[in-house]
């Protein structure tokens, strides 16, 4: 792979104080996922992510991705790292964009919280405006990955659920009706400030609840950052990380979370400048066009999708809400945090423009 390949790769940097741990704990479980190997264990830490933490563990030449829940974490259900697993040991075989498990943990007192490791999938991962990728962001490039990644999540759904392991894994009758009451819940638990938009939006979503669209893999989290790119082939769509919210369920509030991420060039610039991709940039597909043309790979009816893209903000904005409580309480001192609040704001206010709007889709 050539020098400048090795620099639009996504790395691992030094571990955040507060979220140290020796190295030498993991030492078991790479053994595991590596027979053999000897040598160090060495540490470093992604730290873009918001939720679990998520570390790049090396020995003797070996790399493996470690998954724990965060620290001070209090909605257990949101950092199950046996879930997780288990999911990803039923995607083998099924879904070759997962990345393959290697070993897990329950013993709580090795690293004070249970985790697993998985395998490293090297690729790019496009963030904010893609410019710290090291790719050309061009109108032709982002029209090509952003049309894979609306692709992808149309096959993903296509992935069985019946008659294999994923079977077990979700409740998908009710699925819509739990979301909304799960997620309300969820908000007010962490509420630390009054934010109007937002308790409105959680009321129309009750109110407003679709029949079901029937049952598939949902990741729960599909955005740009959560997605690999081929080096080679930007096009292309290697990888899939982060399943923790992954379950069996209705795939159109699958949908409806990706459009929750997807900004549109006319969405206020506060909105844009927290994007978690360059989906408002020249060249990318729009809120409107991704449904249009996840409705034709995917052949669903999207007549509903106002409902689906508003519960996503109102989701959204649950899980932001959640990591702001973190920080607020003291159980991270991660700078990013401290203004978290004000992206709650911009969901909730972004939920009332579409509903205000009214317009075909609700997306603009």
Not at 30 to 54: C, D, I
Not at 148 to 164: E, F, I
Not at 320 to 349: C, M, N, S
């Amino acid at each position: 792979m050539s020098e400048r390949c090795r620099q639009k790769l996504d790395e691992a940097d030094e571990v955040r104080d507060e979220e140290r741990f020796d190295p030498e704990k993991v030492r078991p479980w790479m053994l595991r996922a590596f027979p053999g190997a000897s040598g160090p264990v060495t540490v470093l830490q992604f730290r873009k992510g918001h939720s679990n933490l998520t570390y790049l563990v090396r020995i003797d030449g070996h790399e493996a991705v470690l998954r724990r829940a965060p620290f001070g974490a209090k909605v257990k259900s949101a950092h199950d790292m046996d879930r997780e697993w288990n999911l990803l040991s039923a995607l083998r075989g099924l879904y070759p964009r997962a990345p393959r498990p290697l070993a897990f943990c329950d013993d709580e007192t090795a690293l004070g919280a249970r985790f697993y490791l998985m395998e490293r999938v090297q690729g790019i991962i496009l963030r904010g405006d893609g410019s710290g990728s090291g790719l050309p962001i061009t109108p032709e490039l982002l029209r090509a990955t952003s049309g894979a990644l609306v692709d992808n999540l149309a096959d993903l759904h296509s992935v069985p659920v019946t008659g294999n392991a994923l079977a077990g894994l979700g409740r998908p009758a009710g699925y819509v009706e739990r979301q909304v009451k799960g997620w309300t819940e969820r908000y007010f638990a962490a509420r630390t400030d009054e934010v109007p938009q937002i308790e409105a939006a959680a009321a129309w979503a009750a109110a407003h609840m679709p029949a079901s669209s029937g049952a598939a893999l949902v990741h729960n989290d599909y955005k740009y950052d959560n997605v690999v790119l081929d080096p080679g082939d930007p096009s292309r769509v290697v990888a899939v990380l982060d399943w923790e919210m992954a379950t069996v369920g209705d795939p159109l509030m699958d949908l409806g979370t990706a459009l929750g991420y997807w900004t549109d060039p006319d969405d206020p610039a506060p909105l844009r400048a927290s994007a978690f991709g360059p989906t408002h940039l020249p060249g990318s597909l729009s809120r409107r066009e991704v449904v249009e043309r996840y409705a034709l790979r995917s052949g669903r009816s999207v007549d509903d999708v106002l409902f689906h893209y508003v519960f996503a903000l109102f989701k959204l904005a649950v899980i932001v809400q959640q990591i702001y409580r973190r920080w607020k309480d003291g159980h991270t001192r991660d700078p990013r945090f401290e203004r978290l609040i004000q992206t709650v704001h911009l969901l909730g206010a972004q939920a009332a423009r579409a509903l205000d709007r009214g317009r075909i889709h609700g997306l603009g």
